[in-house]
């Protein structure tokens, strides 16, 4: 059984697509997302999303519009245990927790409303701030690249995955990640063996 017993996704490109419009009709969720959250709950593994604050502009969404999309996701995909947000602002990366993208109190924060130390969280991240801040914070990241992310920044990671489904089953099959690259290409039904008891 793996150690981990949270898991923390970003929310855009890793969970769903469609987002960051604002529109909670346009939200669809990525392939594989929903059978990766599922295999974590049949283990007792909670889980939590993790999202990034907008840069004040004019055409973003509004609050509303953000919770709206928040309840569109937990439909779709929920429930989650905790919802953590990101700064988006570079503000305090060199050194300063207070603000930077790579800040952990987000992390640490989620950490403490699930009373659950930092070393037993993974960050499946779609950037590497996200998986930067769970270094920070004493968490375990994977990097599953998104479009922006540069090859240098891939290499560089400790740990990736192609997917969050991959990156899960590699976390409930031995736990923390040991390798640099997470790979695991069994079908879904292979992998999903629920707890006793579990639905």
């Given at each position: 059984m793996?150690?981990v017993r949270?898991?923390?996704?970003d929310?855009?490109?890793?969970?769903?697509?469609?987002?960051d419009?604002?529109?909670p009709?346009?939200v669809?969720?990525?392939?594989?997302?929903?059978?990766?959250l599922?295999?974590?709950r049949?283990?007792?593994v909670?889980t939590?999303v993790?999202?990034?604050?907008?840069?004040?502009?004019r055409?973003?969404?509004?609050?509303?519009?953000?919770r709206?999309?928040?309840e569109?996701?937990?439909?779709?995909l929920g429930?989650?245990d905790?919802r953590a947000v990101?700064?988006?602002t570079?503000e305090?990366d060199d050194?300063d927790?207070?603000?930077?993208?790579t800040?952990?109190?987000?992390?640490?924060?989620?950490?403490?409303r699930l009373?659950?130390?930092?070393?037993?969280?993974?960050?499946?991240?779609?950037?590497r701030?996200?998986?930067?801040?769970a270094?920070r914070?004493?968490?375990?990241g994977i990097?599953?690249p998104?479009?922006?992310?540069?090859?240098e920044?891939?290499?560089?990671?400790?740990h990736?995955a192609?997917d969050l489904?991959?990156?899960?089953?590699?976390?409930?099959?031995?736990?923390?990640?040991?390798?640099?690259?997470?790979?695991?290409?069994?079908?879904?039904?292979?992998?999903?063996?629920?707890?006793?008891?579990?639905?």
């Amino acid at each position: 059984m793996s150690s981990v017993r949270v898991v923390l996704v970003d929310q855009d490109g890793i969970l769903v697509e469609g987002a960051d419009g604002g529109d909670p009709d346009r939200v669809r969720p990525v392939p594989g997302a929903r059978e990766a959250l599922g295999l974590l709950r049949s283990r007792g593994v909670r889980t939590g999303v993790l999202t990034r604050r907008p840069d004040d502009a004019r055409g973003r969404p509004t609050e509303a519009d953000r919770r709206r999309v928040d309840e569109r996701i937990d439909e779709l995909l929920g429930p989650f245990d905790v919802r953590a947000v990101r700064p988006s602002t570079s503000e305090g990366d060199d050194g300063d927790d207070g603000g930077g993208r790579t800040a952990p109190g987000p992390l640490l924060w989620a950490a403490g409303r699930l009373c659950t130390p930092p070393e037993r969280i993974a960050v499946v991240g779609a950037s590497r701030d996200s998986v930067e801040a769970a270094r920070r914070a004493g968490a375990h990241g994977i990097l599953v690249p998104g479009p922006g992310v540069r090859p240098e920044e891939t290499a560089d990671a400790l740990h990736v995955a192609p997917d969050l489904l991959t990156a899960v089953r590699g976390l409930l099959l031995s736990g923390p990640p040991k390798q640099h690259v997470l790979v695991d290409e069994r079908a879904i039904t292979a992998a999903y063996r629920p707890v006793d008891g579990a639905g």
